[in-house]
Nanobody, 120 residues
Framework: VQLQASGGGLVQPGGSLRLSCAVS????????MGWYRQAPGKQRELVAT???????TYGDSVKGRFTISRDNPDNRAYLQMNSLKSEDTAVYFC???????????????WGQGTLVTVSS
């Protein structure tokens, strides 16, 4: 099982980006997915999560600006980021809680991260 995060890049303050996280490999059930970020010298923090039935949670710093969504048939999650600020600059990671087989326990898998830089 692999998670591939993409969509990062350089954007000006006030701009937008859309991140994508794709889960590949053979799995039985994909449960919650999430986005986290880590800025230089800081701890990793929650950005947003989405359950299988699309209930969402957001970190306080991104509420009203970021939107998480998912495509269950394609095993993908997205993060639409609007009104970006310089303090949003970080490496963004996606994770997924999933079962590889019917009788397997749920495990958490992480993607490799994609860099978002907000700068003029």
């Amino acid at each position: 099982v692999q998670l591939q995060a993409s969509g990062g890049g350089l954007v000006q303050p006030g701009g937008s980006l859309r991140l994508s996280c794709a889960v590949s490999g053979r799995i039985f059930r994909l449960n919650s997915m999430g986005w986290y970020r880590q800025a230089p010298g800081k701890q990793r923090e929650l950005v947003a999560t989405i359950s299988r039935d699309e209930r969402t949670t957001y970190g306080d710093s991104v509420k009203g600006r970021f939107t998480i969504s998912r495509d269950n048939p394609d095993n993908r999650a997205y993060l639409q980021m609007n009104s970006l600020k310089s303090e949003d600059t970080a490496v963004y990671f996606c994770d997924a809680d999933l079962q590889r087989h019917r009788f397997a326990a749920t495990s958490t898998y992480w993607g490799q991260g994609t860099l978002v830089t907000v700068s003029s």
